[in-house]
T-cell receptor, first 114, second 119 residues
Framework: AQKVTQAQTEISVVEKEDVTLDCVYETRDTTYYLFWYKQPPSGELVFLIRRNSFDEQNEISGRYSWNFQKSTSSFNFTITASQVVDSAVYFCALSGPSYDKVIFGPGTSLSVIP | GAVVSQHPSRVICKSGTSVKIECRSLDFQATTMFWYRQFPKQSLMLMATSNEGSKATYEQGVEKDKFLINHASLTLSTLTVTSAHPEDSSFYIC???????????????FGPGTRLTVL
């Protein structure tokens, strides 16, 4: 069975602080994909990143960075120098090796306070 | 990049009526589309997988007679909420995989969502 856990339900940080959103996943597949999505108040999902299970390289994109640790089944997301516009719900998600369904974690609501 | 549209974006209906939501892949062919439901302050929950030309596969606990899914073409899937009730009020989101599946840069494409309110 596949499962995604995001232990942090809500996080509040002051602008310019760094923040890390945790994600732990469970799967029996040897090939799988991990995702992070941002959902602003408008509701539309914004794709942030996709990683496959064979690529454990950390990735940096501007103020965003991701740490994929297969040994601990974690795929954490860090926002550096947070901004008010980063306030949103962030979902970590998992899919299997084929072109199949995406399982979402419960989400972490991030509030960045000016 | 690939785009998935949904129509309508918002709908308000009376209890007992049926509502149809369309999901279209605008610039690619989608052999598989997915329907999710999201209640306020909750995560997205997969309702069903829709394959072009065949019956949809529903997740456990989702009533297939209440949530009718039709995937008649490679660019269109529809979700009909039959005899809607207030508890069906939710945010419905569709997604689509391209016919070639995940490429090295592509991913599953999500629509903007449809907010259904049943009075």
């Amino acid at each position: 069975a596949q499962k995604v856990t995001q232990a942090q339900t809500e996080i509040s940080v002051v602008e310019k602080e760094d923040v890390t959103l945790d994600c732990v996943y469970e799967t029996r597949d040897t090939t799988y994909y991990l995702f992070w999505y941002k959902q602003p108040p408008s509701g539309e999902l914004v794709f942030l990143i996709r990683r496959n299970s064979f690529d454990e390289q950390n990735e940096i994109s501007g103020r965003y960075s991701w740490n994929f640790q297969k040994s601990t089944s974690s795929f954490n997301f860090t926002i550096t120098a947070s901004q008010v516009v980063d306030s949103a719900v962030y979902f970590c998600a998992l899919s299997g090796p084929s072109y199949d369904k995406v399982i979402f974690g419960p989400g972490t609501s991030l509030s960045v306070i000016p | 990049g690939a785009v998935v549209s949904q129509h309508p974006s918002r709908v308000i209906c009376k209890s007992g009526t049926s509502v149809k939501i369309e999901c279209r892949s605008l610039d690619f062919q989608a052999t598989t589309m997915f329907w999710y439901r999201q209640f306020p302050k909750q995560s997205l929950m997969l309702m069903a997988t829709s394959n072009e030309g065949s019956k949809a596969t529903y997740e456990q606990g989702v009533e297939k007679d209440k949530f009718l899914i039709n995937h008649a073409s490679l660019t269109l899937s529809t979700l009909t909420v039959t005899s809607a009730h207030p508890e069906d009020s939710s945010f419905y989101i569709c997604s689509a995989n391209s016919a070639g599946g995940f490429s090295s840069t592509d991913t599953q494409y999500f629509g903007p969502g449809t907010r259904l309110t049943v009075l």
